[in-house]
């Protein structure tokens, strides 16, 4: 075994066995690398991560890979899930260096962290233009011996590349309604008015996008994208949720992975599709897609796994799939490989529960059961939109508690009684978003308050503060100010797929600063979209988050103080009304600014609609509203 053996993750933990010398990313792998003058062999992936698997049996488990990889390099592999800073900084220098990226990432660093070469899965053998692995690790081991002036110069231009991604200047023109119409009319050029979706395969669920447009009452590409994806295949008929994306542009041959990221933000997608267009259909996906989250991803304590593995006994979907004679109705098989088929079409409630019992029997994929603060902020926010309040309930407490420290900051990730690491930048916006959902649907100021609590934290560790003539800068950096001293210290902007925790951030604060009157709060939120103004409207695919946030900002401002229980007939009737850019708190509390001096009238729940702060007269018949 190797120093995998003592980690926490499982996509770690699946290498521990390998003849290779893996170590974690830490002070002593670094320190080695450094006495040893060696060259690191960074290795990033994740536990549910086909490539990844594939890569591991070709090279990894090899005896004479491993003897080249540990003569010559110090070897160090990441979870990205773990480590999103390390992946964001390696993977611009992936991308830099050869226009694309993705997973299994292979890049060789200067025993100081900077990078000089890499690349992604590399076969064991040349094949379709790719040199073999062992190819390229004697190349560069002769390279590191002979070329280091090469190598530095090499690593300064992309360390400097890394670093200019953080030196974003605010925009000094308006930010208007004409940029979301922009942004709008750019999505639709690339909209596949056939299958739904933009652009072609491979296809991923773009559910920040479709925040954007559900917001915009666009009609069109909402529903031809929500449609479709539901027909099946990417979306699991039998048990309910999506896999991770299409091969194809049908939404039909997934890459078979389950992610909790991408099961809790549809989940919200289509239960607030089920609100807008009053269509049970979107709601009775998103029950099934919690449904599944429940039953297959649930944590003893309160929290979430963070995905399913896309492979059964090295095989791609066999879990998942159906051959002839196995009892799926062979009317709705579509061709997937080996003979096998995956489902597209309706079943009816007796079939799919038949089936789902059946697949039960059959061996599972492995799941990676580290619960991840951000994805299980988001799976908050989805269980408080889905009326599943207690295990709503039970989640926030599991993310203040054994994913919090003792001073209530968030750590990033826990398993198995043991939380780690320092929380990002997305762990605090998402489990502040979480929270603020799950007050609406509780009616308890406790969870609006932990979340003002949660974002001030992110303000306080995480704000670009100033440069060096002491000016506010915008936005906020990925890493606290007390982290780790990487190369570069970045900020994260685009979607990926789930929203940027700069995204994210400022929809909590514009919502946060209507609640509590404050002004700074604003400010930080609008600097966020203030950096990227001109890039939204050219490629608004990346920046679907940021367009919620942008319209956010510019919708009308208006306020539901609502003193009383939250079952209130009142209550009820406010909450079910309200726009998705209206904000919402209950009461009574003196210590929320909008709620201050607002109370019940004789007695009966009340509602009082304000607009920045002025209220009307208090209601307390539904229909009044």
């Known amino acids: 075994m190797n120093r995998l053996a003592q980690e926490t993750s499982p996509y770690l933990q699946q290498h521990a066995h390998n003849p290779v010398d893996w170590q974690p990313w830490d002070d002593e792998a670094l320190a080695l690398a450094r006495g040893e003058d060696k060259p690191i062999l960074l290795s990033i992936g994740y536990a549910a991560c086909h490539w990844c698997h594939v890569m591991e049996r070709e090279s990894f488990e090899d005896p004479l890979t491993a003897r080249v990889m540990n003569d010559n390099f110090v070897s160090i592999k990441v979870d990205r899930e773990e480590r999103p800073d390390l992946d964001s900084i390696y993977m611009d220098a992936v991308v830099a260096l050869t226009g694309q990226g993705g997973w299994p990432m292979t890049v060789f660093l200067k025993p100081t962290g900077e990078p000089f070469f890499g690349g992604t899965y590399f076969p064991p053998e040349p094949r379709h233009g790719l040199p073999s692995f062992k190819q390229v690790l004697l190349a560069l081991s002769e390279a590191w011996k002979e070329q280091r002036e090469e190598i530095d110069r090499s690593g300064v231009k992309l360390v400097e590349h890394i670093r200019s991604g953080a030196l974003l200047q605010q925009s000094t023109d308006p930010l208007t309604e004409e940029l979301l119409d922009e942004a709008q009319d750019k999505l639709r050029e690339s909209f596949d008015p056939e299958w739904g979706g933009f652009g072609r395969a491979p296809k991923f669920p773009p559910a920040p996008v479709l925040e954007f447009l559900l917001r915009r009452g666009e009609e069109e590409m909402t529903r031809r994208t929500l449609d479709r994806m539901a027909l099946g295949g990417m979306y699991d008929l039998v048990g309910g949720g999506f896999h991770r994306y299409s091969v194809d542009e049908r939404w039909l041959v997934p890459h078979f992975e389950k992610m909790l990221y991408d099961n809790a933000l549809l989940a919200s997608v289509y239960l607030h599709a089920a609100k807008r267009f ?36 090295g095989v791609e979907g066999l879990t998942f799939t159906w051959a002839p004679g196995e009892g799926a109705p062979e009317e709705l098989f579509q061709p997937f490989e080996h003979g096998r088929f995956v489902l597209r ?27 991840i603060a951000s994805w299980n902020g988001l799976m908050l926010a989805a269980l408080a939109q889905g009326d599943r309040v207690d295990a709503a309930v039970q989640l926030a407490e599991f993310l203040l508690g054994p994913l919090s420290t003792s001073e209530g900051r968030l750590h990033r990730t826990w398993r198995d009684g043991i939380g780690k690491g320092t929380g990002y930048l997305e762990d605090y916006a998402d489990v502040a978003y979480g929270l ?96 990227v103004r001109d890039s939204l409207t050219r490629a608004p695919s990346a920046f679907g988050w940021l367009l919620v946030a942008l319209h956010q900002h510019l919708a009308p401002h208006r306020e539901l103080a609502i003193a009383g229980p939250r079952d209130a007939p009142v209550a009820q009737a406010a909450v079910e009304s309200a726009a998705e850019t209206d904000v919402i708190a209950f009461g009574p509390t003196d210590d929320v600014p909008l709620l201050a001096g607002r109370s019940e009238v004789d007695g009966k729940a009340a509602v009082y609609v304000c607009e920045r702060f002025v209220c009307a007269l208090p209601v307390t018949d539904p229909a009044a509203l």
């Open 278 to 313: 009053g269509d049970e259909r979107y709601r009775l996906v998103a029950d099934q897609t919690i449904d599944y989250v429940l039953r297959e991803l649930a944590l003893e304590g309160g929290g979430f796994a963070s995905a399913q593995d896309a492979d059964t006994d």
């Open 345 to 371: 079409g309706e079943l009816d409630d007796a079939t799919r529960a038949r089936l789902l019992a059946q697949r039960a029997e059959r061996k599972q994929p492995l799941r990676d059961d580290k619960a």
């Open 436 to 531: 603020m959902e799950l007050h609406v649907a509780t009616g308890d100021p406790r969870w609006l308050k932990e979340a003002h609590r949660v974002a001030t934290i992110a303000i306080d560790f995480f704000a670009d503060e100033q440069t060096g003539d002491g000016f506010f800068q915008a936005g906020f950096f990925q890493t606290p100010r007390d982290g780790e001293q990487l190369i570069a210290r970045k900020k994260e902007l685009d979607d990926h797929p789930t929203p940027s925790g700069n995204a994210m951030i400022a929809y909590v604060l514009l919502r946060l600063a209507r609640i509590w009157g404050d002004d700074e709060l604003e400010r930080r939120g609008v600097s966020v979209l203030r950096i």
